[in-house]
């Protein structure tokens, strides 16, 4: 898996970023940086469950930007789906699929994501990007809430609340939706319903 999400991060690098991608930096890997900031412990604990660390763990690891929900984010997720914890881990494929949509290859900073209308994820399918009243929204409703966590194989940008990615007809499935696929879908990803507070410097996206 480690193999292929390099191999993936690295051709996505080179065919959607160009140059605008900024160089990582830090002395921190990204997997470092998620598993000491209190408030990205759900995050990690779906990336061990998927068993997705490994991309992340290394400064020799191929450049990516994580957009990370916060436990907050996702506890708001857990309770909108009316999910329990035990529901969550029946289907890791599809846990790869959301968590990977997360994911997009290369440094991203926040300069260069103000300037994206969308931006492929390892997923493969695109995140939207728009830029309102200064403030980054993803897929027309997620907020960027901080940016720039400098790792030194890539960019951590804070989100609020967990992305979903596009229904197999092309459409974004609605957060409150009866569907089985969903409902495991955003299940998947709420692994331990740590609810804490995000302790972050954060800087706001600003256009």
């Known amino acids: 898996m480690k ?3 390099a191999a993936a991060a690295a051709a996505l690098a080179i065919t959607t970023l160009g140059a605008g991608s900024a160089s990582a930096e830090g002395d921190q890997t990204i997997a470092e940086i998620a598993t000491t900031t209190e408030g990205f412990s759900t995050l990690v604990a779906a990336l061990g469950a998927a068993d997705l660390v490994g991309p992340f763990d290394s400064c020799d690891d191929a450049p990516t930007t994580v957009f990370a929900p916060t436990d907050e984010a996702f506890a708001a997720a857990l309770e ?8 969550l881990l029946a289907d890791t494929e599809l846990l790869t699929s959301v968590l990977t949509y997360h994911v997009v290859a290369g440094s991203v900073d926040a300069a260069t ?10 997923n493969g399918a695109p995140i939207m ?3 309102v009243d200064g403030g980054v929204v993803l897929n027309g409703s997620v907020n960027v809430v901080a940016t720039d966590i400098m790792a030194c194989n890539g960019i951590i940008h804070v989100i609020d609340a967990v992305l979903l990615p596009p229904a197999e007809t092309g459409e974004m499935p609605a957060t409150g939706s009866s569907s089985n696929s969903l409902l495991l879908l955003g299940g998947s990803l709420l692994l331990a319903g740590l609810g804490t507070t995000v302790a972050l410097r954060r800087r706001t996206v600003t256009a």
């Not at 789906?81 to 529901?87: F, I, K, P, S, V």
């Not at 994501?113 to 390892?122: F, K, M």
């Open 3 to 5: 193999k292929f999400i």
């Open 80 to 87: 909108a789906l009316g999910m329990t914890a035990e529901q």
């Open 129 to 131: 990007i728009e830029v």
């Open 113 to 122: 994501v103000v300037g994206l209308s969308e931006a492929t994820t390892l």
